[in-house]
């Protein structure tokens, strides 16, 4: 006898990387269990209005990418007469528009969606600025050394150097007020770090709130250490990144850069989105990658079949356990998978009114055939045409009758459901009606039971994210044809041999 | 739970030495039956001509119909039949045979005793030849052969047509043997599942252990009335000898022969089946594991002729009479 170690190796390989593959992407790709779960997502609109006097204009706004916490989905802009493009230079990217000529009050939107993302991953987020030392004249130069001999003397590194000169730059003292005249606090706080060479910059973030409208950025100070950065608020010397505080302008740039207008201004709008989880990654990673490797990553359409196909091996492993671990009879082995799928098209009520009225209308005319004495293939071939005819027939009456369900019966196989009547037919001349019953009952119930978890919404969810579930149901099924125990229905039928032994 | 109560635990029956269907696929069909084999028993067509080669007696064959148009021939082929039967080579589980017990005039009298003419006997060998019968429907040829003008000692035993005997072999031991008597409830026809009454026998001495219909123990036949326990198979170790030779002549380690008691020629074999069913382990009252396991263990030191089996099988498998449960 052949070893069978190598075989069980195989089964362990297939459920081991079935379920790597499993928690890879429930971990990585952060898909959830189970199904139902939302998504946020965020949805910016910026307007940028200015005057316009008739000279060409070119007006050029900083968009957000991808960052820390919040992964970019997708944007638009809207700007009747303008031209429109994206660039992105060094990681930087702009919003331009242009036009030839303009004049009186002009209004550019610019809408982008983000998904809230603990797991985004950011595109050139931490390259830290130059550093610009710069030279002040009296009495500011003098007043910012004291104070940043102060900060210094308190700090440890350079984030809690950050964090004393912004106190020292808003403790409201006489220095501090002299100094706010000048520049603000957070211009104040990024000059000073650089003089101490340390990396740091303003940026323009947004607090995120739902359903604000006209809101405008607010300034913080990101210091550089390294590659890690930090944000602060130079106007609490608060350190670190709220969840809803999303950077809009984060490469030493201008916010808005206009050329041929006046009386500028920027303000933002923004409202929250839940979106489904499918939908949200899926809008996540429609930029192909190969070891991103789902179902997400096909076109729309393509999507629906495949997910169809790949609840097949879930019926399949359904029609595998009812007949290896229980003992039912289906009449041909798979067909109460296929008629399951009908199901799921049809909806279960609908599908069985259907697939009983089919099949029994169509015993009643085989039976009519076989008195014709013909041979097998041109009968079956006359079955096939007749149920193609009872299925018109039926979704025409029921279209007819307001019935819109019922036209979802040309989602039956036809073939398939042509050899189930021919096998039933012949089942019945032979053995007679009960046999028909208790076979053509067993299909179906095998077909409910199929279809019942095939539509079951976890199962779904799972087959559909999940690709990895396909090597563990190849183990499952693998070691199942290994079974050499009883059926559950044996357990009955051998019943009486255990009785006697009692008896006796 | 009350449904619980109507199975028997796996273990019970695990001790009892049942074969179960899984195991039966798994542990004896396929490490026993190599596939290509397969068209030997198959095939009635073949399974009769290595019988006829190795000197095992088959009922007479009276022709082959092939093709379509060989149809017409039929009328002229059975003009001096009055018993018969038709069968497709390759029909499984008893389907699509015809049997025909007389004559009268140009019409044929069918076992339930209902006439037809010869176009009806024509539709039948058509709808053999388009594969209606054969597994997956694939075409077929229409083996008719004459009718085994079987044993009066079973008349009684037996209501319309004809009783066989299944014999297990396995390796060429004859392992466990059952007799399949018809009922009216099965419909002349010898299929246990259908209602036939199905007789544990003896492996030693063709003497009735068991009846069983439906899987339920009875005493009497149905129909008949007659007293099963009086049942004896007349030339059993002929029998034997038989259905153990089909080992050596089909190349199968897990065989059911089926066999039938012929008036004038004594026991002939029937049909080969290399996946025998497991209802004989209730006729019989016990299960198979515990004797296959038993040949098993022989391994290749075992006795290798078909008399020499023969004799193990006495020697071992043999219930002794106390334990007969004749009823009082």
């Known amino acids: 006898m052949v070893s069978r170690q190598p075989f069980y190796l195989l089964v362990f390989l297939l459920f081991a990387a079935g379920v790597a593959l499993v928690v890879y992407r429930h971990i990585t790709f952060d898909v959830p269990w189970i199904p139902g779960e939302t998504r946020q997502i965020w949805s910016v609109e910026a307007k940028v209005e200015f005057d316009a006097v008739g000279d060409p204009i070119l007006a050029s706004l900083a968009i957000p990418s991808t960052q820390r916490g919040f992964t970019f989905l997708n944007e638009q802009a809207a700007s009747p007469g303008y031209g429109l493009s994206f660039t992105e230079e060094e990681s930087e990217r702009r919003a331009e528009w242009s036009i030839r000529n303009a004049i009186g009050k002009q209004e550019l939107y610019y809408r982008v969606d983000m998904l809230v993302d603990p797991f985004a991953i950011p595109s050139g987020m931490s390259t830290s600025p130059e550093i610009q030392k710069r030279i002040y004249e009296e009495p500011y130069a003098s007043i910012a050394t004291a104070v940043l001999e102060r900060a210094e003397s308190r700090s440890a590194d350079h984030y809690t150097l950050a964090k004393e000169l912004i106190k020292e730059l808003t403790n409201l003292g006489q220095e501090s007020k002299l100094l706010l005249q000048h520049k603000d606090a957070a211009s104040w706080t990024v000059e000073l770090l650089n003089l101490l060479d340390v990396p740091a910059r303003t940026v323009r973030a947004l607090k995120l709130e739902d359903g604000r409208r006209r809101q405008p950025l607010v300034d913080y100070v990101q210091v550089f250490k390294g590659e890690q950065y930090q944000l602060f608020d130079p106007n609490t010397a608060d350190q670190g990144q709220a969840d809803n505080l999303l950077l809009w302008e984060y490469h030493s740039g201008a916010l808005l850069d206009l050329v041929g207008g006046h009386n500028s201004r920027a303000t933002f709008s923004m409202i929250e989105q839940e979106l489904p989880v499918n939908a949200a990654l899926s809008r996540k990673y429609a930029d192909h990658d190969i070891l991103n490797f789902s179902i997400d990553s096909l076109p729309l359409e393509e999507q629906t079949l495949f997910k169809g196909i790949l609840l097949i091996p879930i019926g399949v492993l359904v029609v595998v356990l009812l007949r290896i671990l229980v003992g039912l009879k289906t009449s041909g082995t798979f067909m109460p998978v296929l008629i399951a799928i009908a199901f799921i098209q049809t909806s279960l009520l609908t599908g069985m009114v259907g697939f009983i009225l089919i099949v029994g209308l169509g015993l009643i005319m085989r039976s009519y055939l076989s008195h014709l004495n013909l041979l097998l293939v041109a009968r079956i071939s006359a079955v096939i045409i007749m149920v193609i005819g009872f299925i018109a027939i039926f979704a025409v009456i029921a279209y007819k009758a307001g019935l819109t369900e019922g036209m979802k019966i040309t989602f039956f196989p036809m073939i398939i459901l042509a050899w189930t009547i021919e096998r039933m037919s012949i089942l019945w001349e032979e053995e007679g009606p009960r046999e028909v019953a208790k076979q053509g009952g067993g299909s179906l119930f095998v077909a409910m039971l199929a279809y019942l978890v095939m539509d079951n919404e976890y199962v779904r969810h799972i087959a559909f994210n999940f690709l990895g579930l396909q090597l563990i149901l190849m183990a499952v099924v693998l070691l199942l044809g290994n079974y050499t125990g009883y059926r559950l229905l044996e357990l009955k039928r051998f019943k009486p041999l255990v009785d006697e032994s009692k008896n006796t | ?328």
Not at chain 2, 171 to 183: E, I, Q, S
Not at chain 2, 237 to 263: F, H, I, N, P, Q
């Open chain 2, 1 to 328: 739970m009350s449904w619980l109560s109507s199975l028997a635990s796996p273990r019970a029956l695990s001790k009892k030495g049942i074969l179960g269907m899984n195991e039966r696929n798994i542990a004896y069909i396929s490490r026993y039956n190599p596939r290509r084999l397969y068209p030997l028993v198959d095939d009635k067509l073949q399974t009769k001509e290595i019988a006829v080669e190795s000197g095992v007696t088959v009922p007479e064959l009276i022709g082959v119909i092939r093709h379509q148009h060989e149809i017409k021939h039929l009328k002229q082929l059975l003009a001096d039949q009055t018993g018969f039967c038709i069968k497709p080579a390759q029909g499984s589980g008893g389907k699509g045979i015809l049997v025909i017990t007389g004559r009268n005039e140009q019409r044929f009298i069918k076992s339930s005793g209902v006439e037809v003419d010869v176009s009806s006997l024509e539709r039948h060998v058509s709808n053999i030849l388009a594969g209606l019968f054969s597994l997956g429907g694939k075409n077929d040829v229409a083996v008719i052969e004459s009718l085994v003008h079987f044993d009066p000692v079973f008349s009684d035993f037996s209501f319309e047509g004809v009783p066989d005997t299944r014999v297990i072999v396995f390796k060429g031991f004859p392992v466990m043997a059952m007799m399949r008597l018809p009922t009216s409830a099965s419909e002349g026809k010898a299929n246990l599942h259908q209602g036939a009454v199905g007789v544990g026998i003896d492996i030693c001495s063709g003497s009735a252990l068991k009846a069983v219909q439906f899987d339920r123990p009875i005493n009497k036949h149905p129909d008949t009335g007659k007293d099963l326990f009086n049942l004896q198979i007349p030339q059993w170790d002929r029998l034997l000898e038989l259905s153990a030779s089909c080992y050596e002549m089909s190349g199968l380690g897990y065989l059911g022969t089926d066999m039938v008691l012929d008036k004038h020629l004594g026991p002939m074999l029937l049909e080969l089946n290399a996946r025998p069913g497991l209802s004989i382990q209730v006729a019989n009252g016990m299960g198979l594991l515990p004797r296959l396991k038993q040949i098993e263990r022989l391994g290749k030191k075992g006795p290798t002729r078909a008399s020499d089996r023969i004799a193990y099988v006495k020697e071992h498998f043999c219930v002794p009479s106390s334990v007969q449960n004749k009823p009082a």
